[in-house]
């Protein structure tokens, strides 16, 4: 049997993959099983950010990987210690819990936002407004944080006391923070799975405000915007706000599965032994793969990604068959006049591999795409918008 039809055989059938099999890369390259190249624009959905094999990545971990591969959270360690160090001084946290995807890093915020409430103001303020069209994971719990139906079908009842508002719809949120028994406000800076979607600063500062006011936490999950993703260290530092709870994954590990969730002042002690953990969580080999992407992600190597920004802002913006790009930093949505799958396509056909969100085509670049290798996949990209495909022709 060839490898897709072991896959369609055995492997449980949530995934509609393209007709690719992916055996190697170096850098921004991708190689398939029949020695294609491709230049990778979707780094497995924003978590290589610095590519396949980074020389320093694979000596981190690998030198981690060759001492000790992992402990449980029974004993200290350095490599989880250190990330911690890093992510606190960097961001302004006081501490950080390890976790081992998005979805785990989302369920550590909800939990403490929960226990905050609980103990300080009564154990009925447990629910949490979250945004319609926003992403979460796909446990039961984030699931029902998610503010999309479209998950939700046939996995009900999910977890309750999640309660939606529309992004930009500060009244909502203001009536429910004044009628309801509310633990929190969790949102993405820019909506990721929503169709790259940023918050506009406008609604970023109220909401921010009306939980500072009214003693409400505010999460921000930047698994898929944040690790310089954004342009930023973490995309709620464009907006000037201090949340009280920041959670990210996908980018951090560098390819390996981690999730932090970062707990700022109001609730650094909120956890206590015994009240959350994970076994894999804080694992050294990731959290020193982590180590090494977060060292790298200086205020230098920030501007680079605002200039690449920059650059494919004004390379697609003139192509005519671009209606409009939305994002931030190397996380960009282009609306297409043809039919996104038609230029998913043509792209994929001709060596670029960028993925969709909604109806737009989503780029999500190694941060640290080489320039030639940037123009190369964006000149590719403009083709698929504005060419006829072979099919259609
Ligand atoms: C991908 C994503 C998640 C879920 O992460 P997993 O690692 O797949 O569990 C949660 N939130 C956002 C914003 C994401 O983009």
Redesign the pocket.
């Known amino acids: 049997m060839s490898i897709k039809e072991l896959d369609a055989k055995y492997v449980a059938n949530t995934y509609a993959r393209f007709p690719i099999e992916l055996v190697s890369g170096k850098g921004s390259k991708l190689y398939d099983s029949e020695g294609k190249e491709y230049i990778d624009m979707g780094t497995g ?1 924003g978590v290589s950010i610095f590519g396949v094999g980074d020389d320093e990545w694979v000596k981190a971990t690998t030198q981690q990987l060759t001492t000790l591969q992992h402990t449980s959270n029974l004993y200290y360690t350095s490599p989880c210690a250190t990330l911690a160090q890093m992510l606190c001084e960097k961001t302004g946290a006081k501490k950080v819990f390890f976790s081992n ?3 785990e890093a ?1 369920e550590c915020a909800i939990k403490a936002a929960r226990k905050y409430a609980a103990e300080k103001k009564g154990e009925e303020y447990y629910k949490i407004i979250t945004l319609n069209n926003s ?4 446990t039961i719990t984030t699931l029902a944080a998610t503010g999309q139906d479209t998950f939700h079908k046939d996995f009900l009842p999910l977890t309750e006391g999640f309660l939606y508002a529309d992004a930009g719809d500060v009244e909502t949120i203001s009536k429910y923070i004044a009628e309801e028994k509310i633990a929190a406000v969790m949102l ?1 800076t820019v909506q ?2 929503g169709g790259v979607v940023p918050l506009t600063q406008e609604f970023l500062s109220a909401v921010s405000k009306l939980c500072a006011d009214n003693d409400v936490l505010l999460v921000v ?1 930047e ?2 915007t944040g690790n310089g993703r954004t342009g930023a260290l973490y995309g709620y530092m464009k907006y000037g706000i201090t949340p009280d709870i920041v959670t990210t ?2 980018g951090l590990g560098g390819g390996l599965p981690i999730g932090a969730t970062m707990l700022f002042e109001k609730v650094e002690n909120t956890y206590t032994p015994g009240s959350h953990g994970s076994t894999f969580g804080g694992n050294p080999v990731a959290a020193a793969g982590a180590c090494s992407i977060i060292s790298r992600l200086t205020e230098d190597f920030l501007s680079a990604v605002e200039r690449k920004h920059d650059y494919i802002i004004n390379e697609l913006s003139q192509c005519e068959g671009v209606k409009g790009i939305t994002g931030l930093g190397l996380m960009l949505g282009i609306e297409t006049v043809k039919d996104v799958n038609e230029v998913l396509k043509y792209c994929q056909e001709n060596g670029v591999l960028p993925i969709k969100a909604k109806n737009k085509l989503r780029l999500l670049p190694p941060l640290n795409i080489s320039d030639e290798e940037l123009e190369k996949a964006i000149n590719i990209i403009k083709n698929a918008c504005v060419e006829v495909s072979a099919n259609e022709s």
Do not use: L, T
Request: aromatic share 6%; proline share 0%; no cysteine.
């Open positions: 959905i995807s998005g979805a989302n992403f979460h994971g796909r993405e990721g799975e999950d698994v898929q994954a996908k």
